[in-house]
């Protein structure tokens, strides 16, 4: 999926015309319709004022805009050494494909995202490669968070 097309998804998601997110990001309306018909790459700035307009994780945003990992401010930071014990609790494998170094990169994420409540504690991080990750933003993006495995998963474990 391009990004023109995800950032449409999660707009129409929210019910949120391009006249709207004009007004909440103050970016113009024949910009953002440039961005979502990918004739136009959002700046950083402008990139930060969508995500945040439509409750997107900024560092999925910025992968799927191609932006180097390196110059992504994450919208949280795990502590290097919650990552390693996470990494290591998971046996360096992703938790979807089950597949690690050195066919794959591997990040912690958040099971349920800052947005909506999770917090950066060891039950609520998971070790995702770098592909499922992608698919996990997106499927969240187009079916919604109460439909995705790893929350639902997590859900379970913490009523029980």
Do not use: W
Request: net charge positive.
């Amino acid at each position: 999926m391009k990004i023109g097309e995800f950032l449409r998804l999660a707009r129409k998601e929210k019910n949120i015309t391009l006249r709207q997110l004009s007004d909440l990001t103050h970016i113009s309306f024949s910009q953002l319709g440039k961005i979502e018909r990918e004739e136009h790459k959002p700046t950083r700035e402008n990139s930060l004022k969508i995500a945040e307009a439509l409750q997107i994780d900024q560092t999925i945003l910025f992968k799927l805009l191609g932006y180097q990992h390196e110059n992504i401010e994450k919208s949280h930071s795990v502590d290097p050494l919650l990552r390693y014990k996470v990494l290591v609790r998971d046996r360096f494998k992703c938790k979807v494909c089950g597949e690690g170094p050195p066919k794959v990169s591997l990040e912690v994420d958040l099971i349920l995202p800052k947005a909506n409540g999770g917090e950066i504690k060891p039950d609520n991080l998971v070790c995702l490669c770098d592909q499922c990750l992608r698919g996990r933003t997106l499927f969240i993006a187009n079916e919604g968070l109460e439909k995705d495995l790893l929350f639902a998963k997590n859900k379970i474990r913490t009523t029980l």
